[in-house]
């Protein structure tokens, strides 16, 4: 990937929504009426309808076996879809990766959640493609790692889960179609797991040592990750502490960021990062030193984070939706 400014790609997009989402291992953030809730799966299941999408192509680098949809659904509300593309790569060993639906309605300004995931990843696989030395590596959460590959056709050091996964609902109804991690890649997944909740100075120096520089290394990150501490914690990460807060969104766009603001201010000295979720901003603030300087905090986009970044890496790449895809090239 080349360096620079060239990777960075200005759009206007609308700031992410975020009301679907896995996380924390076993729980799902989505909208409730007349607010949005988080809550905890773990001995609940959710509903979902399985079926065959047609296969279009091209959509990724391989040619699609198959492709599963995955609708969930929470007592009768519809929540959210998943799909899941079955394919060999170049060494004929079977994959899968899990991507967003698109809008079916395209080019409408009333994105959903996926559909803004799905316009995303396909950007971002674009520049990624084009710019991306053969020999890269990219560093990122295994099912990011699943869509680096499929959609780019890059070496993604993790694209497998392992058994702590299979704790929430969501990840029980894939595991079926999801090869499982071998002992060795379980091991990448707590190594990964440790770098991205530790302090950032440390993680980037153990990074560089457990890589050297034999082939460009790259990081990559989405806000998704705010969400997916618990399942950090399974595998080995350490506690990560955030005040985070649902903000109801108004007709005045400065009145909504001056509200923000203000409550950044107040519980996290200004160090924020706020998502767009239908009709409310959810807001993230480190709560302690530590958390403030993970390397997950410094690479997502903070306002401190925003400011300087760790020693050791260069931004080559951001997306739109409020900067919600970050790829950063290890300067070895």
């Keep these: 990937m080349n360096n620079g400014k060239f990777w960075t790609i200005k759009k206007t997009l609308l700031l992410l929504c975020s009301s679907v989402l896995l996380v924390s291992g076993s729980t799902l953030l989505y909208n409730a009426v007349p607010m949005l809730q988080v809550f905890s799966k773990k001995s609940a299941e959710l509903q979902f ?47 899968s990766a899990i991507l967003f639906p698109k809008d079916k309605q395209e080019g409408s300004i009333f994105s959903t959640p996926t559909g803004l995931r799905h316009s995303i990843w396909e950007e971002a696989a674009l520049t990624m493609s084009s710019n991306a030395a053969k020999d890269a590596l990219i560093l990122s959460w295994w099912d990011d790692g699943q869509r680096v590959h499929f959609l780019s056709n890059l070496n993604a050091w993790l694209t497998k889960p392992a058994a702590a996964t299979f704790v929430g609902p969501v990840w ?41 520089k034999s082939q460009p290394v ?5 806000n998704d990750l705010l969400l997916r501490q618990g399942e950090l914690i399974d595998y080995g990460g350490h506690v990560l502490a955030f005040n985070s807060k ?8 400065h009145g909504d960021i001056a509200q923000v603001k203000r409550w950044a201010a107040e519980g996290g ?15 993230w603030t480190p709560s302690n030193p530590e958390t403030k300087n993970a390397l997950l905090v410094r690479l997502l986009p903070f306002m401190d984070s925003l400011k ?25």
Excluded: C
């Excluded at 707590?190 to 890589?211: G, P, Q, R, Y």
């Excluded at 790259?218 to 989405?222: A, G, K, Q, R």
């Excluded at 160090?271 to 959810?282: D, I, M, S």
């Design 246 to 253: 649902n903000i109801p969104a108004g007709d005045d766009l």
């Design 308 to 332: 300087q970044l760790p020693q050791g890496v260069q931004q080559v790449y951001q997306s739109g939706g409020g900067g919600y895809l970050s790829i950063y090239r290890l300067n070895g």
């Design 172 to 212: 029980k109804a894939l595991q079926p179609q999801l090869p499982v991690a071998s002992a060795e890649e379980n091991q990448r997944l707590s190594n990964m797991a440790v770098w991205l909740t530790m302090d950032a100075d440390k993680a980037l120096a153990e990074i560089t040592a457990h890589f050297g």
């Design 49 to 95: 309808t399985q079926s065959q999408e047609p296969i279009l192509q091209p959509v990724g680098k391989f040619v699609l076996q198959g492709m599963d949809r995955f609708d969930f659904n929470d007592a009768g509300k519809d929540l959210f879809g998943l799909l899941v593309a079955h394919y060999k790569d170049a060494q004929d060993v079977q994959r």
């Design 218 to 222: 790259y990081l990559l990150v989405t």
């Design 269 to 283: 000295e200004g160090n924020y990062l706020v998502q767009k979720e239908g009709a409310y901003y959810r807001a």
